[in-house]
């Protein structure tokens, strides 16, 4: 799991990505790009290889451009500028991390899809669990994917999250707050 920085990095790289695309595409042309972008996703993650090239330190910048340039130029020109742009920047580590990022913001823009967790301490009810989300989310006309993780250590209440944003009302954090103010008060 990453760091919030680098979770910060990832999602700021992908929605800078999706933009871009949106912006140079039509619509039928972000439907193909997303495709692709799904397949290097699949390439990504079975391709051990590749993963290793991208997280070495050993090969120089240059190499690095070569090699994908060789795997990816062909495929799509602007992924591949995408790539260069990473490994100019010493992001490649995060591709494949960005790239996923990059299918859930596509689904969640152009589909309408929006997957949230909600983590409690015990299993919730469907209609629970979308009371919860539409209490937290403004647009309605989304459609919801709910995931319940269950997580004794909150002990009660729950945590809420989409992408990168979380809410979290668990007795856990109130007694955090609870514990801080006192300290605070104290001195």
Same mark, same amino acid.
């Given at each position: ?17 999706? !933009? ?25 993650? /079975?391709? /051990? ?14 190499? &690095?451009?070569?090699?994908? /340039? ?10 591949? /500028?995408? @790539? ?7 992001? !490649? ?32 009810? &469907? ?7 539409? &209490? @937290? ?18 002990? *009660?209440?729950? @945590?809420?999250?989409? *992408? ?9 954090? $109130?007694?955090?707050?609870? $514990? ?8």
């Amino acid at each position: 799991m990453f760091s919030n920085k680098n979770q910060k990095i990832i999602q700021h790289y992908a929605r800078i990505f999706f !933009e871009y695309s949106v912006m140079n595409m039509n619509d039928n042309d972000i439907e193909i790009f997303y495709q692709k972008i799904k397949k290097v996703c699949f390439f990504l993650s /079975k391709n /051990k290889n590749v993963y290793k090239i991208l997280n070495t330190n050993l090969l120089y910048t240059e190499k &690095k451009i070569k090699i994908f /340039k060789k795997i990816f130029y062909n495929f799509d020109v602007l992924l591949f /500028k995408f @790539i260069k742009l990473l490994i100019l920047k010493k992001r !490649e580590s995060f591709l494949k991390e960005i790239l996923s990022e990059y299918n859930r913001i596509y689904e969640e823009d152009q589909k309408g899809f929006v997957k949230s967790i909600v983590i409690s301490s015990f299993p919730l009810r &469907k209609d629970i669990q979308e009371m919860i989300a539409h &209490k @937290i989310i403004s647009n309605k006309k989304k459609f919801h994917i709910i995931i319940n993780q269950i997580d004794k250590s909150i002990i *009660g209440g729950f @945590i809420f999250r989409i *992408g990168y944003k979380e809410w979290n009302f668990s007795i856990q954090e $109130q007694l955090f707050h609870i $514990q801080k103010n006192i300290f605070q008060n104290q001195y």
